[in-house]
């Protein structure tokens, strides 16, 4: 079986305030939306897992039924954890309650606010876990990238052409990925915040999938209006 | 004295084919010249050099006159080496040249592509320069910093909190950066395409200047989008 998880966000992300980026649109139509959309189509998957903080989750089942009412039964909205991880995790815990954890259960995990992710780009992500427990979607690092052990002087700028910005998907066989996880003291989790940084600290291989500059991250304000044009151009 | 520095490409850099990007335009003026009016302005700069591919060197000195009359005093154009720290002993040599390279001169370096640059920034930059012989504008990493030694296998994900994208300016003690850079060998030339890096490489303290988000390198259309964007923004 494979599973996509849109990452929406925990229990804790923003309750009150502003509302999350995700739920922001494009074109009168919600950021997460664009991004289920993506994967909804994508017919490897058997099931898609939305998880977002736990006063979105109605409000994630109208949008859905709104714009792509056909999605209805093959994507499922339930709560994230209060971290990243546990949010992984909550997707995990879900599929083995409907009975299909196995060995190779794949979990597809992407950010909610990626909405320009390819089918090529999930295509590869499913590919590489033919082969690997884990991969990771990354682009070679357009900027240097520069390290600073006490954020006043620079201790390295590491060699560029062996850095990558990490995007999303990640994905990883999900039982691998509860094993690990559970083998973690709570310590390591705190620090762990990257679901592939897992695997790598474990010593287990996490193969590179090609990103693209277009799957970005719409994090700032001005990410979203490069956001509005580009969906712009795509109806032009 | 304290010189600015615009880093417009060398020799080689594209010469015939497509447009250098710097050249490219945002509402009717060329985004170098953006960026020439950011030094041009600053009080604490005694001269101004913008280096440009040889084949560039006239037109630049014609873009100053049309668009930035004033500035014909305080900047002077000539043409850029072969790589970028090629271009930046260019710099220097002109400098040597007036008679002006002592202990003291200061040269803040500039990528001609970053249009957004602030006055802060700059500020900051010769600030930092009281105090150390080489300064560095980053700002935190956005995205997971991904390490591969073979570009299939992830080696390291380092703690985000240490990871920095570099951007412009790289600010040095003049006379420093040369008799660090006169001191490597043609191999660690061709390594070290980062001006920054030297100085980190020969154990000199190189300091971090905060960057800003809107300090954009503009590398792909979709920059180019998002910079016309704000300078529309900025006349609104």
Chains 1, 2 share one sequence.
Request: glycine share 6%; aromatic share 8%; proline share 3%.
């Amino acid at each position: 079986m494979i599973y996509g998880a849109i990452l929406a966000g925990g229990v804790g992300a923003r309750m009150g305030g502003d509302k999350p980026k995700q739920y922001l649109s494009i074109k009168d139509k919600p950021i997460i939306v664009y991004t289920i959309e993506k994967f909804f189509v994508e017919k490897e998957f058997d099931e898609v897992i939305v998880l977002c903080p736990s006063m979105w989750v109605e409000k994630t089942k109208d949008l859905i039924e709104k714009f792509i009412p056909d999605a209805i039964e093959k994507v499922v909205v339930i709560e994230g954890g209060e971290k990243r991880n546990d949010t992984i995790m909550n997707a995990i815990q879900y599929i083995e309650q409907q009975g299909k954890l196995d060995d190779n259960t794949v979990l597809v995990t992407h950010d909610s606010v990626r909405p320009f992710v390819s089918h090529r780009i999930i295509k590869d992500n499913i590919e590489a876990l033919k082969q690997y427990d884990a991969c990771d979607t990354v682009i070679s690092a357009t900027d240097t990238i520069v390290v600073s052990e006490d954020g006043t002087i620079i201790s390295e700028i590491p060699e560029r052409k062996k850095m990558y910005q990490g995007q999303t998907p990640q994905s990883f066989k999900a039982k691998k990925f509860k094993e690990l996880y559970m083998s973690l003291t709570e310590e390591e989790k705190d620090i762990l915040t990257d679901g592939a940084k897992i695997f790598v600290i474990k010593g287990e291989k996490v193969a590179l999938v090609n990103g693209d500059t277009l799957n970005m991250k719409i994090t700032y304000p001005y990410d979203l209006r490069v956001a509005r044009s580009l969906v712009e151009e795509e109806d032009a």
